[in-house]
């Protein structure tokens, strides 16, 4: 496993590309998450979704515009907002909700560290997992990161898409 200090330091830092909006990067911004903001909704009243853990939340920053009726709650490595939990994926098991909502956060772990946020989520009991997937960076990846999905979202051009993946 990744040193948990190192980590930390790199992503308080955040993103380097610089964006005003917010320090979490592009799968944070308003205009990038336009297509997500639409069907979160959709698929939480299909599934009757009631509770969500969003394991790297960042800053909030799109989350308050989505018009959903669920117990919310937000965890990040490097927490940027009040409402938002301190929360290590690789050293520690979600609590058990609905669903996760895991956007933008194994593509950046390494290889090990991704193997054991893959088995916390699995171990948290949840029966719903939504999961960015960008299948340029599989190569890079565990193949236990291709789950099946039940449905997807295609994000963009680039391949990007969110998954939902029944636990």
Not at 71 to 96: C, G, N, Q, T
Request: aromatic fraction near 10%; proline fraction near 7%.
């Amino acid at each position: 496993m990744s040193d948990i200090v190192t980590t930390k330091k790199k992503f308080k830092k955040g993103w380097t590309g610089g964006l005003p909006e917010t320090p979490c990067g592009f799968g944070s911004k308003m205009s990038s998450t336009k297509r997500q903001r639409e069907w979160l909704p959709a698929m939480v009243a299909k599934y009757n979704i009631r509770s969500i853990a969003d394991i790297g939340a960042g800053d909030l920053n799109w989350v308050p515009s989505i018009d959903w009726d669920v117990e919310y709650s937000a965890y990040d490595l490097v927490p940027r907002s009040p409402e938002v939990v301190e929360f290590d994926l690789v050293r520690e098991v979600p609590p058990k909700v609905d669903a996760i909502l895991c956007l933008w956060v194994l593509n950046h772990m390494p290889y090990d560290d991704c193997l054991a946020a893959l088995e916390n989520l699995r171990a948290s009991g949840a029966k719903y997992l939504f999961m960015t997937d960008r299948p340029k960076w599989h190569h890079e990846q565990p193949p236990q990161i291709k789950m099946q999905a039940h449905e997807a979202i295609l994000l963009n051009d680039k391949g990007d898409k969110i998954k939902f993946i029944k636990l």
